[in-house]
């Protein structure tokens, strides 16, 4: 198949030395904290008390709106606490939390339903995939139902399976391919039937090579299941790379991949929506790859949700020398943890322990205008004129130069001589922007509260009047009355 | 030399001259600048600058007769927009370094006076005489009116917290 | 236990080999061979002036950090205002004396990059400045050229002596003789021919090599050219900034030497002489004064190009490389604010990007097969 180049994108040392690691189960921890957070959109609304006793797979919390997932309880157990846990973000902050104290038994709810996924309709399908509480899986944790009902409204010709995984590090999807390839080809084909699309095109990079061959076997019995070997280069990954890889279109900025035909899932995603249709099971467990120098083994880890990291790197045989940095996720786009009392959510790919030395990064220079970061931009941009902008407060500006196309994608920061942290610059205008685009929001609003009272005060000092005067005309025309009568 | 010296003074006379035509009839009337300025303004009309609504407070911010910091719940955000609007520098450290704030009824000491409502410029406030009142933060724009007006010190002001879904990136801490 | 982390730190948390002092580092090694040579044609004077111009341009540029408050050995560190005190010394007559060398370190350090807000800031190459600068203010001391005498020969100077010539000068009839590019400009406004005028100093291959008279880096221009390919090499500069600037004197040259032969030296003698190979690699190409797109970096070429051909041609000094390049430093900005890249999404307007129904389709169709 013809495959087309994207712009920039940067090779970082891929580092996957987890890729021979077969997927172990992790023994189940004493206590599991399930945040009702782990997905874009609102949060789930807790529907358990204090003391309830669960089982595994039983709704702890249900969605809240169109863009929301459910919550589900990774374990049997009891309910010990629902308070503000520490989320796994780089600010430190809580998040609520289902805390649940599990009783070993690891037994499913009762009333799970098998059936066959290919008689039900688009809306069953999205339907189950929803109530399963299932999300992106490649780490954005969009909600997968969404997703799969836009094939209700756009016609989707096309289903890519990114099984790019192009952050150095992480290999969870890589061993799910290699080890549960016939699972996954189930999975991919019930997303077709759901989207109604023609054909599916398994991207998967070149450095997988074990990964293409199992695939490719698995997907040999299907003609509309095709695996495309894509050439590695970060950020491969990235949805929008990955489409004008495939297929030479660029997603038009403000739209969706649908409005080309095409729709995205991770391999992830595709592994989880199999496990709710054939087996009912809701989402409450994934694959996490334990990694980075400062690790004594990395291995690949298949998790429930709600593991605190700190036992994750514990059975790995914790660190064999001070990290410099915990990440969840890869190292470019991954986040920063506060600490390791953090929980393992839906979209954790991977927890891994980086030296020094891995991370790299010196002390910030000036900017020498080298150029180096408008070469490895994927999506065409001028880092350096936008962080220069960012750092002054023009973020007008920095939104002219293109902000709102950035992916932080983090191939700038990368390739930066001077070592400047530019994604971070955009994440601050990012973030400022929203900030003040929210202050206007209330101030907005403000004014128009304020017109209302004053309206009101304004209707009863009219009617107070109109008051007075009936009165006065009443008092006038009794006097009348009188002065008639008496006269 | 008696030519230079004409053909400059012609010169400047010249353009003296369309100079002043311009600035008779290309003059601009009315100063926008004004409006402006009061579409920035918080628009609660609560009178903590001292004058009896936004829309006279931003006509002497552009006359110039006050300062760009006068605006307690616009905060010191709004009083760098308003300096660079107005292009002038000004002192930001008297300003409150509070975070922005919410008033909030302490419900075991209110009285029910209704002092608090009859001030609150957005009407955030709900309740009657004798009855417990409570205030409704999203309408709450922080100016502090009713905390001075309520006899028993019932209605605090609380920062409003930092959650995940308000958060957002500082700008790098760098030596550079 | 959910304490704000008071400074958070965003991905991405790895980093290439990339660093600016390296690339600094790259850079004089390229020009160490041409400068090498041109310190063994030119003897100690030389040796000391190269000397002195590095060591002014440290010095005042830790001066005008210690006046910024900003960290004196880090910023030094990262070797920007030592190549730039090696560029401006290959540019300067190699036996001038040691206050050209000094002040013109002051004038690139403090006027050409300091004020501007320091490295990354300026919009004028620093060197050229300061040569600029120079010449236009001392145009005795800056085109006193001398014949090539290399070190250890009978007649050069030695190592007393050379120092001696760098601070007190040296005797003008002993020792000078015009540059190259200086005697053919002088006789051609004299009214000689070309073919005269070159047959009295000059042959292709002398140009080439360096056994010519001129500043250190006018001469070899061979081995500058080595440099300057072994830069695109290692990817420090690419082929965009010298390809434009070296073929659009070129093609000028071979327009103008093609209508009268007599009087407009070919392109093989513009390209050759003078400081154009080292101002096409090493000067020009400077990171920060030069446009941020390959589309932009083509213009700024092309157009230096064609500045120093006029400039050589019709205007009134035998180089023009420092102007030119000055000159388009000057119009940088400007291009690089029309010269974007297309942003991914957008169409090269900036609207949103339509596709066809055909092309859509198109695309649905490969996918059935």
Redesign the interface.
Known sequence: M?LFRF?GG?H?ESHKEAGDKAIEVLPLPAKLYVPV?QHIGAPAETEVQIGNKVLKGQLLAHSQGAISAPIHAPSSGTVIDIT????P???????RTVIIETDGEDSWVDGLKTINPFELNTEEISARVGAAGIVGLGGATFPSAVKLNLGLTYPI??LIINGGECE?YLTCDDRLMQERPDELIDGIRIMLHALKA??A?IAIEDNKPTAIERMKVAANLFDNVTVTVVPSRYPMGSE?QMV?TL?????????LSAD??VIVHNVGTAFAVRTALRQGRPLVSRIVTVGGGAISSARNLEVPLGTLVSEVFEHCGGFNEDPA?I?MGG??????L?HT?VPIVKGSSGVIA?TKK???????????????C?ASC?????P??MAAR??SGELQGAVDY?LM?CI?C?SC???????I?L???F??A???L???R??KQ??D???K??D???Q?LEKEEQAKQEAAARRKAEREAKKKQQEAASA | MIIAIMSLSLLGLGLGVMLGLAGRYLKVEQDPIVIEIEAMLPGSQCGQCGFPGCAPAAEALAEGSASVTLCPPGGRLLAEELAAKLGVTADFSGMDEDEPSLAAVSESTCIGCTRCFKVCPTDAIMGAPKQIHTVFKEACTGCKACVEVCPTECLQMHPIKVTLGTWSWPKPALAA | MNQQVSNPLSGPHTHGKEDTPKIMRLVLLALTPATAFGIYQFGWPALFLWLITILSCIIFEAFSLWLARKPILSYIGDGSAILTGWLLAMTLPPWAPWWIGVLGGAIAIILGKQVFGGVGQNIFNPAMLARVALLISFPVQMTLWVNPLPMFSAMAPGFVDGLLITLKGFSIDAYSGASVMGHVKTEISNGATLTAALSQTYDNTALALGFVNGSLGETSALLILLGGLYLMRKKIISWHIPVAMIVSTALLATIMHSIDPEHYADALFHVMSGGLILGAFFIATDLVTSPNTKTGQLIFGAGCGLLVYVIRTWGGYPEGVAFAVMLMNAVVPLIDHYVRPRIYGHARSGKTLQYSEKKLARVQQAGED
Request: aromatic share 2%.
């Open positions: 013809k712009r940067v970082p957070q503000e846990h520490t989320a973000h780089p600010s430190g902050l809580g998040v010709s096309t150095p023609k054909q095109l929008k004008q297929t030479g279109l660029e997603i038009p900025a403000g739209k080309l035909g940095r990440l190292p470019m786009m991954g986040q920063l506060p009392n980086l891995e991370v790299a990064i010196n002390q910030a220079r000036p900017c020498i205008r080298c150029g180096s408008i994927p999506c065409g941009l001028l350096l004129e960012a750092k293109g196309d932080s983090g920061s990368y390739v930066c001589p001077s070592h942290p994604v971070q610059y994440n601050y990012k973030g400022e929203a900030a003040r929210r202050h209330k101030a609003e403000t004014r509260l304020a209302i009272k004053i009101r």
